[in-house]
């Protein structure tokens, strides 16, 4: 089993909050790096919450 499968595991049922997390950690980051990364965060944000199940309902943006 792989790590992002016990993730997934581990936050089924509670991917709304973990959702948040990934947002509120991407936020700190572009804080932090004064919004110099801010295109490449948003976009690991996107891929994170689309691996733990959080978009699944919705169709992936291309």
């Known amino acids: 089993m792989s790590v992002m499968d016990k993730l997934k595991h581990l936050l089924k049922g509670h991917e709304e909050q973990a959702g948040k997390g990934v947002d509120k950690g991407g936020d700190m980051l572009d804080e932090k790096?004064?919004?110099?990364?801010s295109?490449?965060?948003d976009t690991a944000?996107?891929?994170l919450k689309e691996q733990l199940g959080?978009?699944?309902?919705q169709p992936p943006q291309t």
């Open 54 to 57: 959080r978009d699944q309902d």
């Open 45 to 47: 944000q996107d891929k």
């Open 39 to 41: 295109g490449q965060v």
């Open 33 to 37: 790096t004064r919004g110099t990364y």
